[in-house]
């Protein structure tokens, strides 16, 4: 990676110069939160943003500013601890949503704030833009891409749910978790899931397994236990 060089600059030159560039970005609200220290040309970022996208921001006008030989980012992401990796991965999914398909047929799984984007697009730069997408999402610290470039992904769409549902089953099963009467069922990469479990608290963890499964983007779960279902059998 390169960077500009100008070693006669002052390291305060060179911090006045990086917090008015940030100052000038109109897209970026971190100005007034961020401490920019320099020293011997490498940038210190500080601070608290809401977004993803506002701390590589921030960082990318740094390493654009003449005499910058490095730039160490410590900026955080912002969070009120109300969010958790479930009520992300939605926000996530749902912002992907309002984005053409392919795009907005791609899964997300979430582990402590970092989000892993799985599924197919057509080229590089619909990576990016899914990417670019689900970093400004409050509360993501990080954006993993798996995603596979497929050129006739929109043709793929019908086998792809096949293979999902095939994926799903074996997932659940490799999970000793057995479902009876199971009615399960993938539609643009929505994970349905219908049957009686032995155990109540296996209902949770058929969800999580399923989410894990690369290529669902979202699960319902309608499982009951077998406890539930003769009572209302009964009724």
Not at 54 to 68: S, Y
Not at 144 to 159: F, L, M, T, W, Y
Not at 208 to 224: K, M, Y
Request: contains cysteine.
């Amino acid at each position: 990676m390169r960077y500009h060089s100008e070693l006669r600059r002052s390291d305060e030159e060179i911090r006045g110069e990086v917090e008015r560039a940030l100052i000038r970005d109109g897209r970026l609200r971190i100005a007034d939160l961020a401490r920019v220290d320099c020293e011997s040309g490498v940038v210190l970022l500080h601070g608290v943003v809401r977004f993803l996208a506002e701390k590589d921001a921030a960082e990318a006008i740094a390493r654009q500013t003449p005499g910058v030989v490095g730039v160490i980012n410590r900026m955080t992401i912002a969070t009120d601890g109300a969010v958790d990796d479930n009520g992300l991965r939605d926000q996530a999914l749902a912002a992907l949503a309002r984005a053409s398909d392919p795009i907005g047929r791609l899964g997300v799984q979430l582990s402590g704030g970092s989000a892993t984007l799985v599924g197919r697009v057509r080229d590089a730069a619909e990576i990016e833009h899914a990417i670019s997408i689900v970093a400004e999402v409050p509360g993501i610290v990080e954006v993993i891409s798996k995603i596979v470039v497929a050129p006739d992904v929109g043709e793929q769409a019908r086998d792809d749910d096949a293979s999902l549902l095939g994926a799903l089953a074996k997932a659940l099963d490799d999970a000793g978790l057995l479902v009876h009467d199971h009615q399960f069922s993938v539609e643009d990469g929505v994970a349905t899931l219908r049957g009686r479990l032995e155990s109540r608290a296996d209902i949770p963890r058929a969800t999580i397994v399923a989410q894990n499964v690369p290529g669902i983007r979202r699960v319902r779960n309608f499982l009951r236990s077998s406890a539930t279902a003769r009572r209302q059998g009964g009724s």
